[in-house]
C-alpha cells in the first residue's frame, strides 16, 4: 500500500501541510521539526510522487547528466555516483551524450524532457565553456577552469600530481617522466602542470612529457618515447596499463628497472602485475558534492566551487632506485 503523507504526518506528529513542505525542501520548517518528519519518511518508505510534485513546484525532481564518452572508467564510475547521489536526494537522472550536433542538442535534449538542472562531466566542460547555456537550465560542471557561470566540483589534480611525483623522486630517481593525457583535457593539464611544478620545486630535469589519449592502447604505444625513463607518472590508470604491458615487452621490469605511478585507482589497479601505486580519486565524493551544488542552485544558491582531495596508494609498482 503507498504511504501517504497523511501517514507521514500521523507518525511525527505534524500536519500534513508540514510534511509537504519538508518534501519540497522549504526553508519555513523548524529544522528539529524537519528531522522528524524525515525520520518518519524514512521509517515508513514514504516517496513524494513525482508527477504530483511537479504540478506543485514547477520542478520534475530529474537532473541531466552531459559527457562526451561513457568509454572511460573514470567517467563511468562518475555516472554511478551521480546516479546513487541523485537517487539518495529522490532525483530521477537523465543521461545524454554530446553528439555531432554538439553540445547546444544535448541542452536542447534534456530541456525537453523538463530536467530542473544538468551535470556536465569532465571532458564536456571544454565544450560547455564556450557556450552560453539556456538560461533556465542550471550547471555543474565537473573538472573545469574558473567560471561564474557555473558550480564546479573538482578533484585536486594538480596537488595529486604533485604527491605523485615527490613519491617518485623520494625513492631516489634523479627525475621523473610523464605520460599525460590527451591536449584540451583540464583533468590532463593540471596533472601536468602538478608534475612540472614538483620537479621544479625539487631542482631536477623536466623531461619532454609523451602523450596518450586515456586508453590502455596509447599508453602501450607512448611508451616507446619514454626509453630513457627510470620513474614514470602516469596521468591515469588505464594508460598505465598499457604502459605496464609495453615495458614488460621490452624486457624492463616494474619496479626494478622502471618506477610506474598512475591516477585514477581504478577497482582493478590492485591486479595489475604488479600492482598499481597510484592517486585514489574520491568518485563518490564527486558525484555526492556535484549532485548537492546543482540542488542547491536548483533552489536558487549562487555558483560554488568545490575540490575534493587525492590520496596516493602504494603498491608493488613504485619502489625505490
Given amino acids: 500500500m503507498r504511504v501517504s503523507m497523511a501517514d507521514v504526518a500521523a507518525r511525527a506528529g505534524v500536519s500534513a501541510q508540514t510534511v509537504s513542505r519538508v518534501a519540497n525542501a522549504s526553508p519555513r520548517v523548524d529544522p528539529a521539526t524537519r528531522v522528524r518528519v524525515e525520520q518518519a519518511m524514512a521509517e515508513l518508505g514514504y516517496r513524494m510522487h513525482r508527477a504530483a510534485r511537479a504540478l506543485r513546484t514547477g520542478q520534475t525532481s530529474t537532473i541531466g547528466l552531459v559527457v562526451a564518452t561513457l568509454a572511460s572508467v573514470g567517467n ?37 524532457q523538463g530536467v530542473d538542472g544538468a551535470v556536465v562531466l569532465n571532458e564536456a566542460t571544454d565544450l560547455a565553456r564556450g557556450v552560453e547555456p539556456p538560461a533556465d537550465l542550471h550547471i555543474v560542471v565537473v573538472d573545469s577552469p574558473p567560471d561564474d557561470r557555473f558550480s ?5 589534480h594538480a596537488d595529486g600530481a604533485r604527491i605523485a611525483t615527490a613519491h617518485l623522486l623520494a625513492a631516489g630517481h634523479d627525475t621523473v617522466h610523464h605520460l599525460a593525457g590527451p591536449a584540451g583535457s583540464f583533468a590532463a593539464a593540471e596533472r601536468e602542470r602538478g608534475w612540472r611544478e614538483a620537479l621544479a620545486s625539487a631542482g631536477v630535469h623536466v ?9 590502455s592502447a596509447s599508453g602501450h604505444s607512448a611508451v616507446a618515447r619514454l626509453a630513457a625513463a627510470t620513474a614514470i607518472f602516469v596521468a591515469n590508470d588505464q594508460m598505465a596499463l598499457g604502459a ?3 615495458l614488460a615487452d621490452a ?18 589497479a590492485a591486479e595489475f602485475r604488479p600492482p598499481l601505486t597510484t592517486m585514489r580519486q574520491d568518485f563518490d565524493a564527486l558525484g555526492r558534492q556535484a549532485v548537492a551544488a546543482l540542488v542547491a542552485a536548483i533552489e536558487g544558491g549562487e555558483p560554488v566551487v568545490e575540490t575534493v582531495p587525492a590520496t596516493l596508494v602504494v603498491r608493488a609498482s613504485s619502489a625505490e632506485a
Wanted: charged share 30%; hydrophobic share 50%; glycine share 6%.
Fill in 76 to 112: 563511468s564510475r562518475m555516472l554511478q555516483a551521480i546516479s546513487e547521489a541523485a537517487a539518495a536526494r529522490d532525483y530521477a537522472l537523465a543521461v545524454v551524450t554530446v553528439g555531432e550536433r554538439g553540445i547546444h542538442e544535448a541542452f536542447a535534449r534534456l530541456r525537453a
Fill in 244 to 246: 605496464l604491458r609495453a
Fill in 207 to 215: 623531461p619532454e612529457p609523451a602523450r596518450g589519449d586515456w586508453t
Fill in 251 to 268: 624486457g624492463r621490469r616494474v619496479p626494478d628497472d622502471v618506477a610506474v605511478v598512475g591516477f585514477d585507482d581504478i577497482v582493478d
Fill in 152 to 156: 564546479i566540483v573538482q578533484t585536486a
